[in-house]
T-cell receptor, first 111, second 117 residues
Framework: QQQVKQSPQSLIVQKGGISIINCAYE??????FPWYQQFPGKGPALLIA?????SEKKEGRFTISFNKSAKQFSLHIMDSQPGDSATYFCAARGGANNLFFGTGTRLTVIP | GAVVSQHPSRVICKSGTSVKIECRSLDFQATTMFWYRQFPKQSLMLMATSNEGSKATYEQGVEKDKFLINHASLTLSTLTVTSAHPEDSSFYICSARMGGGLSHEQYFGPGTRLTVT
């Protein structure tokens, strides 16, 4: 059973545009929601994270929006650049501090 | 800070042999390390969690006798794939966490590409 659902599976955005990736979860015990960026052949790297008591967090061009009542959160990448082309995973932390990953979104930013 | 390394980055082995993958936390002590497996274009699947000095906890469906995990020190965990078969070919990623507190992040290694021929 997929604990964290992520969409879309793939996304193509023009340079300078906004990339939006969405995730949803069911388990209200999740207490921490990170986003990871992964380039081919590399391990995931933490991009930005949020706790459920905050509705929005912004770091540079990256923003997480969190809707606790809807159990949804999303990643917005402003002014998307070709260098942002990667696979993005949302995750949620649950019992035993384990991370449950979404299925990933392959982002392609075209010049 | 918070750098995790893996060795080797790539390994090719013959079916039936065993392969050891190392995961090291370079600049912090990791009380907990995690091992993940990732198939092409798929998400990370947690295989096991290991705490320093104790036996690893394996996720459902992961064979503990096939995937041997040792977390002998606060900076090193090893995953040994025993009697490897082609279906074990995958990208193996470890992560490390500093402490047991809820605020401590997992830091991921660069991954090891295993190919079993």
């Amino acid at each position: 059973q997929q604990q964290v659902k992520q969409s879309p599976q793939s996304l193509i955005v023009q340079k300078g545009g906004i990339s939006i990736i969405n995730c949803a979860y069911e388990n209200t015990a999740f207490d921490y929601f990170p986003w990871y960026q992964q380039f081919p052949g590399k391990g995931p790297a933490l991009l930005i994270a949020i706790r459920p008591d905050v509705s929005e967090k912004k770091e540079g061009r990256f923003t997480i929006s969190f809707n606790k009542s809807a159990k949804q959160f999303s990643l917005h990448i402003m002014d998307s650049q070709p260098g942002d082309s990667a696979t993005y995973f949302c995750a949620a932390r649950g019992g035993a501090n384990n991370l449950f990953f979404g299925t990933g979104t392959r982002l392609t930013v075209i010049p | 800070g918070a750098v995790v390394s893996q060795h080797p980055s790539r390994v090719i082995c013959k079916s039936g042999t065993s392969v050891k993958i190392e995961c090291r936390s370079l600049d912090f002590q990791a009380t907990t390390m995690f091992w993940y497996r990732q198939f092409p274009k798929q998400s990370l699947m947690l295989m096991a969690t290991s705490n320093e000095g104790s036996k690893a906890t394996y996720e459902q469906g992961v064979e503990k006798d096939k995937f041997l995990i040792n977390h002998a020190s606060l900076t090193l965990s090893t995953l040994t794939v025993t009697s490897a078969h082609p279906e074990d070919s995958s990208f193996y990623i470890c992560s490390a966490r500093m402490g047991g507190g809820l605020s401590h992040e997992q830091y991921f290694g660069p991954g090891t590409r295993l190919t079993v021929t």
